[in-house]
């Protein structure tokens, strides 16, 4: 496991998708989420106008800090301080770290999303607080970024980055101790959770397949 910022007190990273909750409301399914114990959330939403995303990252806030959680903003930076999320989460396109650094501070985080060892060493030599690398397994949120990295790459990953890394893509509860013998500080999910007919449960038994959070603080 990585040192860790103060900051991130999760090892299970839920990232969002509205057209994964088999017909649910975005907000009940990650409500019951994190009455499950998850402690952070990534507002993903690409599709949705500025207004609209405003709108559920105001949402999201209040139900994150009602549960004491995360809030991290996918790539809208101007979204993240209009909500006073607690930071965003960058892509490949997105705005350089050090720049998004000035504009939030040092106390928020930056996540970044990437897809093999140059990105994650790049990310990190840049100043971002975690990354989140995959995908590890196939899976059809990921298939864009090509094929999947596979336990090898993250085990090689985690041997030379620093900070936090996050496994992503495909993970259920089958493989969690396949991807966490590679040691990760944790895991993101997407269809892990919002897809489950029990959200709070799945994330239960999800969070139960992992180090205790206090352990790794």
């Given at each position: 496991?990585?040192?860790?910022?103060?900051?991130?007190?999760?090892?299970?990273?839920?990232?969002?998708?509205?057209?994964?909750?088999?017909?649910?409301?975005?907000?009940?399914?990650?409500?019951?989420?994190?009455?499950?114990?998850?402690?952070?959330?990534?507002?993903?939403?690409?599709?949705?106008?500025?207004?609209?995303?405003?709108?559920?990252?105001?949402?999201?806030?209040?139900?994150?800090?009602?549960?004491?959680?995360?809030?991290?903003?996918?790539?809208?930076i101007d979204i993240a301080l209009a909500v006073d999320a607690d930071?965003?989460?960058?892509?490949?396109?997105?705005?350089?770290?050090?720049?998004?650094?000035?504009?939030?501070?040092?106390?928020?985080?930056?996540?970044?999303?990437?897809?093999?060892?140059?990105?994650?060493?790049?990310?990190?030599?840049?100043?971002?607080?975690?990354?989140?690398?995959?995908?590890?397994?196939?899976?059809?949120?990921?298939?864009?970024?090509?094929?999947?990295?596979?336990?090898?790459?993250?085990?090689?990953?985690?041997?030379?980055?620093?900070?936090?890394?996050?496994?992503?893509?495909?993970?259920?509860?089958?493989?969690?101790?396949?991807?966490?013998?590679?040691?990760?500080?944790?895991?993101?999910?997407?269809?892990?959770?919002?897809?489950?007919?029990?959200?709070?449960?799945?994330?239960?038994?999800?969070?139960?397949?992992?180090?205790?959070?206090?352990?790794?603080?």
């Amino acid at each position: 496991m990585k040192s860790s910022s103060p900051w991130i007190d999760f090892n299970l990273y839920l990232v969002t998708d509205r057209k994964q909750t088999n017909g649910r409301n975005l907000e009940f399914v990650v409500e019951e989420a994190l009455r499950g114990g998850i402690r952070a959330i990534q507002l993903r939403e690409k599709d949705l106008s500025s207004k609209e995303l405003y709108e559920l990252a105001y949402e999201m806030r209040k139900l994150t800090s009602r549960h004491n959680a995360r809030l991290i903003i996918n790539d809208r930076i101007d979204i993240a301080l209009a909500v006073d999320a607690d930071g965003v989460h960058l892509g490949y396109n997105s705005m350089p770290i050090y720049r998004a650094r000035m504009v939030l501070g040092e106390k928020k985080l930056i996540g970044v999303s990437c897809h093999n060892q140059v990105q994650a060493i790049i990310a990190q030599e840049k100043g971002a607080d975690f990354i989140t690398f995959g995908p590890i397994y196939n899976t059809p949120s990921k298939a864009p970024y090509g094929e999947p990295v596979g336990i090898k790459k993250l085990q090689e990953a985690t041997n030379i980055i620093q900070i936090p890394i996050f496994a992503l893509g495909g993970i259920k509860p089958c493989n969690v101790a396949e991807v966490m013998a590679a040691s990760p500080n944790g895991i993101g999910v997407v269809s892990a959770v919002l897809s489950a007919e029990d959200p709070r449960l799945a994330a239960r038994n999800l969070l139960g397949l992992l180090p205790s959070q206090e352990s790794d603080l």
